[in-house]
């Protein structure tokens, strides 16, 4: 079949990048033009997120996946009922993984292979909208993104939630272009480069397509319910693309069954919303840090970033029925954050983590930005001197620029590295306390999440006694354990003359009054009959070693390690 191919909008080159030539350069055939785009950002994820995996230490979130998946599968059924809930899957998905060997590089691996998938469905969505070049410097500007890196280091869900969205987007585009157009007639896909606009013939999956989708999308949101936000941005692709009812109608159908999926998790995760009380109503510097983190953190690229995204808009308005690169990477990226920024005025769900996975519509606009300054460049540099430029050097040149990138933000990735960038290191804390704690010594967790460190790694607490504990954390159903009553804890401590205290920073401020009555019995306590005799402070985490006003020797002064930043005052109730 002869498919007739328009010229584009973004200028002149070789190749249309997807089954009429590489769009790479001479030597490449079209299979080679496809796949090594494609393929190679991937590859290049993949080892940068390899680079300082071990980091030695997993901070708190990281360590709630650790704990739980090593759970049976019917401990972990028991614990989604009363909390992490919208966090379900992902723990039945890591409890075969962590079963075959606990540890950290494991824990984090399923988010590397992640992420770099996703860079290379990224590369994929320009190779299919534009050209394989496209594709190219998309996927790769994706997989030198600071923060995809981080999230790729990270043993939680939101890297394997990019994936399924990037993925999602493509079988959009994929079943919008398999049905609702006559026979004989197909989609123009493409973000206005030679070949990019072309027709792509009539496929006959149209509704396997969008079965595909909706199970795809359905998964996706059960990983990470804010994932749902994507509907919206697909929406407003297919308005912008100004399709057939058709495609409404097959788009409609799976939008719906991926809603009879979620809305029992839905109403569920409602019961548990208490988890994300600490968020708060997000502000101008939430916005800025949101732009940094998806454009870059450095001047130096986010300027570049910025000024490609804008000439990546400027181009005529595709064709009725036509999937643009735009139409498809600009709700992308916008309508998620935007709509979850605007909810969370009023109702406080925003965090950032929480539309990553948005992220893949920037590089995408980026390498669209850079395909139309190379078309213009090319027609400028044409009328200027007749001598040829090789077809390698727009490639090359572009994988350049991304390169300068890599190294403008090599100091952000080399840091990120680094534990002490994570809110805490339970690692450290639980080193701390094998050092400082004897065989038998009593502890005392304020307030009870604080036993995160003894959780995820006990060996530091081994020997220990934790005098608040009735029941440990897979046996009650919850996270950290079920404690004793107020009572009981007044009594088990009435019987020392000595105590531990690990404790949450904000725990040991004054003011601060826990709801929890059995947290209020551990504060009167230690603030009426012990006085601190020592503190250790590490990050996010303080440990202290009280002692009995009525056996205390000497005066009640603190006596602290070398390095460590003044104690804060006793706790005082209001």
Known sequence: MIVKRSRGALGSGSGSGFGFGSGLGPGFGPGFGVVGAVVVPGVVMFVIGLWGIDRGGMWRDEAVTFQVARRSLPQIWHLLHSVDAVHGLYYLLMHPVLAVRPGEVALRLPSLCAAAVTASLVAALGVRLARPRVGLWAGLLYAVTPVVGHFAQEGRAYALVSAGVAGATLLLVRAAGSGGWPSGTGVCVGCGSVGAGRAV??????????????????????????????????????????????????????????????????????????????????????????LRSFAGPTPLVLGP?????????????????????????????????????????????????????????????????????????????????????????????????????????????????????????????????????????????????????????????????????????????????????????????????????????????????????????????????????????RKASVMRLYVRRSVAAGPAGVTRSPGSPPAPPRPARP
């Open 201 to 290: 013939p009539r496929a006959p999956f149209g509704g396997w397509c969008w079965g595909v989708y909706g199970g795809v999308v359905a998964l996706t949101v059960l990983l990470h319910e804010m994932a749902v936000l994507v509907l919206l941005a697909h929406a407003g692709t297919l308005a912008l693309a100004r399709v057939s009812r058709d495609v409404w109608w097959g788009w409609g159908r799976a939008v719906a069954g991926v809603v009879l999926v979620v809305v029992p998790l839905a109403v569920v995760s409602h019961g548990q919303a208490g988890q994300v009380a600490w968020l708060r109503a997000p502000d101008g510097a939430a916005v800025e840090a949101l």
């Open 305 to 537: 970033y910025l000024l490609l995204i804008v000439l990546a808009l400027c181009g005529p308005r595709a064709r009725r029925g036509a999937f643009s690169l735009p139409a498809v990477a600009l709700p992308l990226l916008l309508v998620p954050p935007a709509t979850l920024l605007a909810v969370s005025r009023h109702w406080p769900l925003y965090d950032d983590r929480y539309v990553l996975y948005a992220l893949a519509g920037a590089p995408l606009l980026a390498a669209a930005g850079a395909e139309r300054l190379a078309g213009a460049a090319a027609r400028l540099y044409g009328r200027r001197t007749p001598r040829h430029v090789h077809p390698y050097a727009v490639t090359c040149l572009g994988v350049c620029g991304v390169a300068l990138a890599f190294v403008a933000q090599f100091p952000v990735l080399r840091a990120d590295r680094d534990p002490a960038r994570r809110p805490d290191d339970l690692a450290a804390v639980s080193a701390a306390a094998a050092r400082r704690m004897s065989h038998g010594d009593p502890v005392l967790f304020l307030p009870a999440l604080a036993r995160r460190a003894a959780v995820a790694y006990p060996k530091g607490f081994r020997g220990t006694a934790d005098i608040a504990l009735r029941e440990p954390g897979p046996v009650s159903g919850t996270l950290y354990g079920r404690e004793t009553s107020p009572g009981e804890l007044r009594r088990r401590l009435d019987g020392l003359d000595r105590v531990w205290v690990v404790a949450e920073p904000y725990a040991l401020r004054p003011g601060w009054y826990p709801p929890v009555p059995a947290e209020q019995v551990k504060l009167a306590l230690l603030e009426g009959e012990f006085v601190s005799r020592a503190e250790y402070v």
